[in-house]
Structure formats: C-alpha cells, structure tokens
C-alpha cells in the first residue's frame, strides 16, 4: 500500500501541465534522435541536457524530460532498423533481423507498429519492475559503508565493459582515463590543487556536463566532418510503409513472446555494464530458440521483431534500477542520466528515496506517462517520423553543434567552459577512432571523487589497513561478481559476439 500511495504522489508531480509537456517534447524528440542512424539514446540525451538547464529547469522535470528522450530513443532506433536495415543503435541491431524482411515484403507499416507495442509492452513491466525493486535494493544499500562502496564502484567499472564489448583492455582504458580526469581540482582533504597547472578554471574540477555534450555530442559533428564525403545522407531513398495497423492475430501471436523477453531484458538492464544491447541479443536469442521451430526467425517472422524490441525497452527501464538505488549506473545512458542529477546537487543512492521522493516518484510516473505518450504517438505518426531519415546530415548536424555551444554556454556563461568542451570533443573523435568507449570516461569522470573518497574513508577509519576492503562478507561478494564480472567477458564474450555479427551476416545474406 505504501508503494502504491507514493506512485500516487509521482502522479501528483507528474500531471502537471509542465511536466506533462516537458514528456510530450521528449518523447517526440528522442524518437527523431533514435531514428537517426548513429545517434542513439546516450548522444540524444547528451544533445538535450543544456536546453534542459538554459530552460531553468528544476531537478524533477528536467529528469522527465531526459528520461522522455531516453525512452523515446529507445522506441525510434527500430525504424531506420526496419525501413533501411540500419540500427538507429546497437539495441536495435537485432531487430534488422525480422524487421527488414518484412518491410521486403510490404508489411513494413505493420512491423513498425508491432515493435511500437512491443516496446510499450518491455518499457511498462520493466516501471513495475522498477517500482518493486528498487526500494529493495535500497535496504540493502543501507548496509554498506566505506569500504563496500568502494568495492561497489569497482564493480562498476570492471563490468562496464559487458559481454558486448569488443576489447576489454580499452574498456579498462578508457575507465583508468575517466578516473585520472576526476583528479583535476583541488584535494578536497588536502587543499592541495592537483593537475591544474596553474588554471584557476580548474580549481573545482571538470565539469560534468561539458564533458558529456563534449565526448557525445561535438565528437558526433567531428565524426560527420571526416566523412562528409560518403553517402550517409538520407536523399534518394524511397521509403513505403504499407498498412499501419497489425491484425489482431499478430497482436495474439506475439504477446507470449513480448511477456518473456520483458522479463529477459529488464534482468540484463538490472546487471551493471549489460544494457539494452546485450538485452535484445539474449531475447531474440532465447526466443528463437523456444518458438522458432519451423525455422521463419530470420525471414520476417513477427515474433523476431516483437522479442528484442521488448527485451531492449525492459533493459532501459532495468538500467535505471541500480541508478537510482545505488548510484551506479546500468548503461551508458543512465550514466548521463547520473550526472545530471549530480549537477542538480542530487546524490542517487539509498539515500534518494527518502531525501527527494518527489523526485524519484515523480520520476517514475512519468515513465508510464511517456511509456502511454510514446505508444500512442508512434503508431499514427510513422509516417512523421520516417521522413525525419530524409534529413541530411548536413543540415543535422550544425543543429547539433549549434545547441551544444548555445547551450554549455547559457548554463556556465565561461568561456573556458567552451574551449574544455571542444577539447572533451576532439578527445572523444580521438577514443572512437581507435574504437575506444566512451562511457568508461564519463563513469570515471562522474564517480572518481566518491570513489577516492570511499577508499580513504575506509582505510583512515582501520588506522591504515587495507585489508579493510575485504573485511565484510558483503564486500567480498562484490568483488567478487566484479572479478567474474571482468573476466567472464574475456572467455564468453567473443563467442557472444560472434554470434550477434553471424545472425546479422545471415540476415543480410537473405535480404541479398
């Protein structure tokens, strides 16, 4: 009852007129920025956070309007997935695999709206799951000190990688760069500045957000410049959608499907460092196995189109579990998400839902209102949004540059802020070239001061000892999930790869 009278305050919260437009708008622009090719939710919410701060936004509605994004990014990446056979995002890479064949055979319209169900279906069970076990995790969070945080927060970033991950030791990089990029500023224990040379900009550090729209959102406009010259342009591609409505007797075949992968994907959401893409690889995998006996996965199956997109949505709505309980994010999205609430001076944690409930439920009600929002708006509007592929990308991606600098500047009014952006920028060019993640560095950058601080906390309440990271059992068992978390990638992970790159092959060697 408790739980249900705190999702009535959210509700409260939520139906605001406000509220309800900041969901409307989010939901509208990520679904064009997961239609997108290339975009994805991480770079869509990147794009977004400075208007939602040169709005003046409060921390509650600026976390329904990025959150609205996020799902509504989530929904969009299977268009270009059906219609082109083009992964708005990695999530959406499994959805090629149905999706495009039956657009082939003119049930496009269909296949577009059945993933839009799919979709509701995988986002609205994975907020329940949300609301049962998040406040779970949180009385289990209460028993952490020092030591267990530490332990926590190693956890994160030894499993950031994920079985997805093409090379670990990059992961490990890019997470070691975040952490030393965390160490600029002055030693909040010492007053000592450390890597400052000098900069008095830099007395309090990097700050989150320019190095997020940064590493997202400029790194994007530089990758666009290098290959301008290629055919990434969307002109010339003649795009038929078909019928709109699927028959009921889709709709019948497919819900079994859209109920088990919801269940797959919301636990791979709920794993640190899994996310959506291992989400919808697991429930189009397991799904086929189960129910594909007459051998039609593959070939425009609706079930193969109905499995990841539920599986992926469960797994955003996972993600946000550890985030908000723990303070740890589950995906490279709400890692983002993450440090927008630090900006706002909202730490996530145990502490969270009884310091700002507000925030959390409000939160949480509107992701039903964006779940009802999003269904409704991408089933009539499919249309709508296939256009929004014809958009070349150069006259997309000033847009882009254009609201990065507009907006970094309207929250800090620093100049330097500016120049450390274009920086995060070129750095975040430099990392993808050599096919380094992203993420890592934004986790490192986000959680290296609470990280350093757990560690000297703990040692300085042992007068020194270090053993006291292994003193609790609870500790022990998380360095060991983090331990297993790192290496179980290195001996599984290729193989896992290699499979989700053999159904892709095998799917384009049938559309071929």
């Known amino acids: 009852m408790e739980l249900l009278a705190n999702l009535g305050d959210g509700f409260a919260i939520a139906l605001s007129w406000q509220n309800i437009g900041l969901a409307l708008l989010g939901c509208f622009l990520g679904t064009i920025m997961g239609a997108l090719p290339g975009l994805g939710p991480s770079n869509g919410v990147a794009i977004l956070i400075p208007l939602a701060f040169t709005m003046g936004l409060g921390a509650t509605p600026s976390l329904i309007l ?20 083009i992964p708005g995002d990695e999530p959406a890479m499994m959805t090629c695999l149905d999706g495009h064949p039956m657009a082939k055979k003119g049930l496009a319209g269909e296949a577009l709206s059945l993933s839009g169900i799919a979709s509701f279906v995988g ?36 499993t950031l990688g994920g079985v997805s991950s093409t090379n670990q030791a990059k992961s490990a990089f890019a997470a070691a760069l975040g952490l030393g990029l965390a160490t600029i500023g002055v030693d909040t224990q010492t007053g000592v500045p450390r890597f400052t040379f000098g900069e008095v900009h830099l007395y309090d550090g990097l700050d989150f957000l320019v190095a997020i729209v940064g590493l997202f959102a400029l790194s994007e406009v530089f990758i666009f410049l290098e290959t301008r010259h290629g055919g990434s342009d969307a002109a010339g591609r003649k795009l038929t959608i078909g019928k709109l409505y699927p028959p009921m ?36 995998s397991m799904e086929k196995k ?92 499919v249309g709508l949004f296939t256009r929004v592929l014809m958009i070349p990308s150069r006259i997309l991606m000033p847009i882009v540059a254009m609201v990065s600098f507009v907006g970094i500047y309207g929250i800090s009014g620093s100049t ?46 042992d007068n020194g000892n270090w053993w006291t990271l292994v003193d609790s059992p609870l500790s022990i068992a998380l360095w060991a999930i983090a331990i297993i978390g790192f290496v179980l990638p290195l001996i599984v992970g290729a193989r896992v790869r290699a499979k989700m790159h053999q159904r892709q092959d095998e799917e384009g060697a049938i559309s071929d």
């Open 66 to 85: 990025l959150t609205s994004v996020y799902y509504g990014a989530m929904y969009g990446g299977r268009i270009s997935s059906i219609l082109l056979n």
């Open 290 to 381: 189960l129910v594909d006996k007459e051998g039609t996965f593959g070939t425009g199956d609706p079930r193969g189109v109905a499995a990841p997109e539920a599986g992926n949505n469960a797994a955003a709505g996972g993600a946000l579990v550890p985030m908000l309980a723990l303070g740890v994010p589950g995906s490279g999205t709400t890692a983002v998400l993450l440090a927008v609430l630090l900006a706002l001076n909202i730490t996530p944690g145990p502490l969270l839902f009884s310091q700002n409930p507000d925030v959390v439920w409000g939160l949480i009600a509107a992701l039903f209102i964006a779940n009802i929002m999003l269904l409704a708006m991408n089933i009539p509007m």
């Open 416 to 461: 330097f802020d500016l120049l450390v952006m274009i920086g995060f920028g070129v750095m975040g060019w430099v990392l993808r070239k050599l096919d380094v993640p992203l993420v890592p560095v934004i986790l490192g950058t986000l959680l290296g001061n609470a990280m350093e601080n757990n560690l000297r906390r703990a040692v300085t309440i």
């Open 123 to 158: 986002a609205f069970l994975a907020t329940w799951g949300l609301i049962l076990l998040a406040p779970q995790l949180v009385k289990i969070a209460l028993l952490f000190g020092p030591a267990e945080y530490f332990a926590l927060f190693a956890l994160a970033f030894m």
């Open 249 to 284: 007797a889709m709709i019948r075949q497919t819900t079994p499907t859209m109920l088990r992968t919801s269940f797959l994907g919301f636990i791979a959401g709920v794993l640190p460092g899994a996310g959506a893409s291992l989400g919808s690889f697991i429930s189009y």
